[in-house]
């Protein structure tokens, strides 16, 4: 599906690391290139015709993510250096504020490190509690054992929308009602989802949601924090500098621009957001139904084709998006993940940046595909083929 739109699929690899990070179709590489070869300036900085164009690029890129996850306005749009960014910006610049000892905040075991660390930290810093949610026998959030976990001092529920090793997808949009009912803040990591199903954060009614436009088909080093605008605007910046100020004065006065400029301090990652612009106008093109469908399909075919394999061990067969977690019976998981590379199969293995997973399913180190709606089915025969003369596996890694 669109495989002649990625150069990287030429150099015979079939990859399903895309968790980790997505190939670049040709349209965003070419618009990151005609950014620097003809048009390079910065942006809201200049008079001339150069940098009044990155000016409107900018601004449209913003106005593009908006409606590409319904913001109400493009105003509830803040660019970062990616989604671990915008976790940290909201913990440390908003519910560090408003928080208090004893208030709990209401996560589980499955997150990824950087929706959970945070929390952490604020938990030795002003004494906050952090509680797990119990996840069910399939590893999954249930808004039943939500509803359970939550009690008189809950003040944050903080989840990914998809987990990023089991799959799980979040009933988010329930989980939000429930809260909302007790005056309680809803955080989402949209990092595994953003470029897999459809995000509407009106719909869903989240509070802040985060992600990286590399998990999108865009560049690294750019992400997105949206926020509800009347809570943003109880933020504070974390950086200070140029752009991000109306007016300062010696005396040390200082009267910050409007939200979202004034959390967009210095010259930013102007790359990053043309990059990101592109690639949501190639989701928009290809239809991000008609990836969850093709992708649902690959799926399902992945696990049916992994279940005739009975020295094969899958840990999240019932979940239903990209990521399926498996290990080779009796085998380090990154020892199956250099065998494979042998076939130019590119996959991950480990922990997957979930180190207290293994209190859930018993296994410290998992193998990892994630797909891709430009993967195929012919793919995954020859990874199961691979697979199947995987007995050879030690002669051939050692």
Known sequence: MHREDFEMLNNNIVYFDNGATTFKPKLVVNAINDY???????????????????????DEARQKVANFINAESSSEIVFTSGATHSLNFVVFNYFKKILKKGDEVLTTLSEHASNLLPWFVLEKEIGIKVKYIE?????????????????????????????????????IKDICVLAHRRDIKVVVDAAQSIAHTKVD??????????????KMYGPTG????????????????????????AIYSKDGY?????????????????????????????????????ISKYEEELRDY?????????????????DSNINVAFNIKNVFSQDTAIYLDKYNICIRAGNHCSKVL?????????????????????????????????????????
């Open 36 to 58: 620097y070869t003809k048009y390079t300036a910065n942006a809201h900085r200049g008079d001339y015709k150069n940098s009044l164009l990155v000016n409107e690029k900018y």
């Open 254 to 290: 200082i009267e910050l621009m409007e939200i979202p400029t004034r959390f967009e301090a210095g010259t930013q990652n102007i790359e990053g957001v043309i990059g990101l612009s592109a690639a949501i106008d190639y989701i928009n093109k290809i239809g991000i139904s008609n």
């Open 302 to 318: 992945l696990i049916k084709k992994l279940k005739e394999l009975d020295f094969i061990e899958i840990y999240n067969i019932s």
């Open 201 to 214: 954060v009106r719909d869903l009614d989240v509070d802040f949601l985060a992600f990286s436009a590399h």
């Open 135 to 171: 996840l069910n026998e399939d590893y999954e959030v249930t808004l039943e054992n939500v509803e359970k976990a939550i009690n008189n001092n809950t003040r944050v529920i903080a989840l990914a929308h998809i987990t990023n090793v089991i799959g799980d997808i979040r009933p």
């Open 222 to 245: 750019i992400g997105v924090l949206y926020g509800k605008y009347s809570l943003l605007e109880e933020m504070e910046p974390l950086f200070y500098g140029g752009g991000m100020n």
């Open 358 to 398: 293994n209190e859930v399913i018993s296994v410290n180190n998992t193998c990892r595909i994630s797909l891709s709606f430009y993967n195929t089915k012919d793919e995954i025969d020859l990874l199961i083929n691979v697979l199947k003369n995987s007995k050879n596996l030690y002669k051939e890694i050692l």
